[in-house]
């Protein structure tokens, strides 16, 4: 063996384009997993954290909302990052930052504490994210990269089919910093596993990636796509339906309700799997009905779903049934329009997938975190904020996926 195979032999090799292998799925899945653990598995805790500190609701769904402005705000750079340094060292880094602030959360000693820590935790989490939707654009081309991710997340819903049952448990057993310890530990998992496993699959390093001028470039570049915004705002739509339930169903279910943290976990997890079914549906469907023609029957679902949680809502019906039912519906859907809308908007740029990715996501998240906050403030120990702000979100994303033919005709190739 001659000294360039042997040192072929000791280098992990990037995945070829068009077959990436078993270990890049899995790290997709892991990576982007590490997001709803760490907000799915914390849900029971809320109101117990807004009790801890005397901050009530609102205080409590401040700690959500952080880490979702600091995930928004971080994309802007992290996207640029790897696409200069590659996937491999700032997946790492994301990973490292993931653990240490996990475990800072999980000791706080005061709300401030525990926000500083939500938002240093959302910043690694933004980093393994990033990098996972750009390995899979890295991979293949955009109808491709939409069907795995599909099935990459379909399995990665097992996070938050288990997290609220998990965080549940803890929370009636041990109390609310368990769950930050639980999620320190998914995290060390994945930092073993990529520090071992992990291969670079960013071919195309731009060296002048964060350059501000270049930085500037790029990011105009990408936000004069048609494509782009168009289904940057389908994917906005889809996940402010889902950031509504997730920031207001624990007020709802617990407070509203009665459901214990425990059973609470179990009803989430149960909702979720209407996620993998759309996930699955649009995996197989993707090659039948193009991107386009996926998005339109997942926010035909999702629509059909917030009106009758609405219908619910105004008529005083308030049961488990009522909440759960029509957001199956609406997950179902979701699992159709997300992983499409994701790939359709950083389709259109392989060389720049990280600050594609970042930007739909910055864009994404600054909507859905004002939402979140006002859904917050407006708790008024009913469903109806909730029902009022999914319905919204839905039907948004309805009227712009029955207006995606005409917006398609009318976009000029980025």
């Known amino acids: 063996m001659n000294a360039p195979s042997a040192r072929r032999a000791h280098t992990p090799a990037a995945p070829e384009p068009s077959d990436p292998t078993a ?82 959360g999980a000791f706080a000693p005061s709300l401030a504490v525990l926000l500083a820590a939500r938002l240093v935790q959302a910043m690694g989490t933004c980093c393994v994210v990033i990098c996972a939707r750009a390995i899979v654009r890295d991979c293949h081309g955009p109808e491709q990269a939409a069907q795995v991710m599909s099935r990459a997340l ?55 990636a964060t350059a501000p001028r270049e930085l500037a470039s790029t990011y105009a570049l990408i936000i004069r796509s048609r494509t782009f915004l168009t289904h940057t705002f389908f994917a906005t739509g889809t996940f402010c339906a889902l950031y509504s339930f997730i920031s207001g169903s624990p007020f709802v279910a617990i407070r509203v309700l009665g459901i214990a943290p425990r059973e609470f976990g179990l009803l989430f997890g149960g909702v979720v799997i209407g996620f993998i079914v759309g996930a699955a549906l649009g995996r197989r469907g993707l090659p039948r009905w193009g991107i386009a023609g996926t998005i339109r029957r997942g926010a035909i679902l999702q629509a059909s779903g917030g009106v009758t949680l609405l219908i619910l809502a105004l008529f005083d019906v308030q049961t488990v049934w009522s909440l759960m039912g029509p957001m199956f519906v609406i997950l179902l859907g979701h699992g159709l329009v997300q992983p499409s809308s994701q790939m359709g908007a950083i389709g259109p740029f392989p060389r720049q997938a990280g600050a594609a990715a970042a930007l739909a996501g910055f864009l994404m998240y600054t909507i859905a975190v004002p939402l979140g906050l006002a859904l917050g403030a407006s708790f008024n120990d009913t469903m109806l904020p909730l029902a009022i702000a999914v319905a919204a979100c839905t039907c948004a994303t309805l009227a712009g996926a029955l207006l995606l033919p005409a917006m398609q005709r009318e976009a000029p190739s980025p």
């Open 23 to 104: 270990s890049v799925i899995l790290f997709v899945i892991g990576f982007m997993a590490m997001q709803p653990i760490a907000t799915d598995v914390y849900l029971a805790s809320l109101p117990a954290i807004g009790e801890a500190f005397a901050v009530g609701a609102s205080g409590a769904q401040l700690t959500l909302s952080m880490f979702f402005a600091g995930f928004a705000l971080s994309q802007l750079i992290v996207g640029p990052l790897a696409d200069r340094f590659g996937r491999r060292p700032i997946a790492i880094a994301g990973c490292t930052l993931y653990v240490g602030a996990s475990l800072a």
């Open 154 to 208: 379909a399995w990665m819903a097992l996070a938050p089919i288990t997290g609220p049952l998990l965080g549940g448990f803890l929370e009636e057993a041990f109390g609310w910093r368990a769950n930050l310890i639980a999620i320190a530990a998914a995290g060390a998992v994945m930092l073993w596993f990529a520090l071992r496993n992990l291969a670079e699959t960013n071919r195309h390093r731009n060296p002048q």
